[in-house]
C-alpha cells in the first residue's frame, strides 16, 4: 500500500520561508506531486518531481529523494495568497494517493 | 481552452437515495479521475476512465460506479447512499496517457459538494 504523512499545520509571516515535509511509505511511484487548495476551492497543481533532486518553479520549489523516502516543498518570499492546503500525492500510472494536507497560515 | 467544470455544485440528499454527478473534462484530456475529498482531509482516489474504459480504481464499494462518454465527459453514480458519503467529489482530467508527460499532472474542477441527511 502507499501512506504519506505531512505536519497538518504550519505557520509563517509574510516574507519568510518555509519548508512542508512529505514522507511516504509506498511500493513504488512515477513520481510526487504537490497540489494547493484554498478553502472552497479547487487542488491547483504546484510541481512534479520525476526524479530525485530540486525543481524550481518561481518562488515555489520542490525535492524529492526515493532513497529516504522523502520530498518536500519550499515557498519563498511568502505572501498572505499562499495562505492554504498543500497536498503531496505520489502517483503510479494516474491513480494519485495524496496526503492528508498541511494547512499553511501566512501572517502580517 | 477551457478547464474541468462540475454539475451540480452543491446538492443535498437522504440516506438510501441515488446521486449522479457530471464532468466535463479539459479540452485536450482524454482521462478523467473521480476523488472523494471529506472536510480536512486530502482526496481519495475512487476511479479513472481512459478512452471510455475503467482502467484504475481505489478501495470504494461497487456502488460507487462511473461512465466516460465518447466527448470524454464523465459521470460518477453512487447509490444507496449513506452519511458517510458526504464529501466533496472532484472530478479531473489529465494529458493523453502514460507517455504523455502531461498525464502526470491533474487538472481539478471545483467540485460537487455532497451532503447526505
Known amino acids: 500500500g502507499q501512506s504519506l504523512e505531512q505536519p497538518s499545520e504550519v505557520t509563517a509571516v509574510e516574507g519568510a520561508i518555509v519548508q512542508i515535509n512529505c514522507t511516504y511509505q509506498t511500493s513504488g511511484f512515477y513520481g510526487l506531486s504537490w497540489y494547493q487548495q484554498h478553502d472552497g476551492g479547487a487542488p491547483t497543481f504546484l510541481s512534479y518531481n520525476a526524479l530525485d533532486g530540486l525543481e524550481e518553479t518561481g518562488r515555489f520549489s520542490s525535492f524529492l529523494s526515493r532513497s529516504d523516502s522523502y520530498g518536500y516543498l519550499l515557498l519563498q518570499e511568502l505572501q498572505m495568497k499562499d495562505s492554504a492546503s498543500y497536498f503531496c500525492a505520489v502517483n503510479r500510472d494516474q491513480n494519485f494517493v495524496f496526503g492528508p494536507g498541511t494547512r499553511l497560515s501566512v501572517l502580517p | 481552452e477551457t478547464g474541468v467544470t462540475q454539475s451540480p455544485t452543491h446538492l443535498i440528499k437522504t440516506r438510501g437515495q441515488q446521486v449522479t454527478l457530471r464532468c466535463s473534462s479539459q479540452?485536450?484530456?482524454?482521462?478523467v479521475s473521480w476523488y472523494q475529498q471529506a472536510l480536512g482531509q486530502g482526496p481519495q482516489f475512487i476511479f479513472q476512465?481512459?478512452?471510455?474504459?475503467?482502467?484504475g480504481r481505489g478501495n470504494f464499494p461497487p456502488r460507487f460506479s462511473g461512465l466516460q462518454f465518447p466527448n470524454y465527459s464523465s459521470e460518477l453514480n453512487v447509490n444507496a447512499l449513506e452519511l458517510d458519503d458526504s464529501a466533496l467529489y472532484l472530478c479531473a482530467s489529465a494529458g493523453s496517457g502514460p507517455e504523455d508527460s502531461g498525464a502526470n499532472v491533474l487538472t481539478f474542477g471545483a467540485g460537487s459538494r455532497l451532503t447526505v441527511l
Open positions: 479540452s485536450g484530456h482524454n482521462t
Open positions: 476512465y481512459y478512452r471510455e474504459e475503467e482502467n
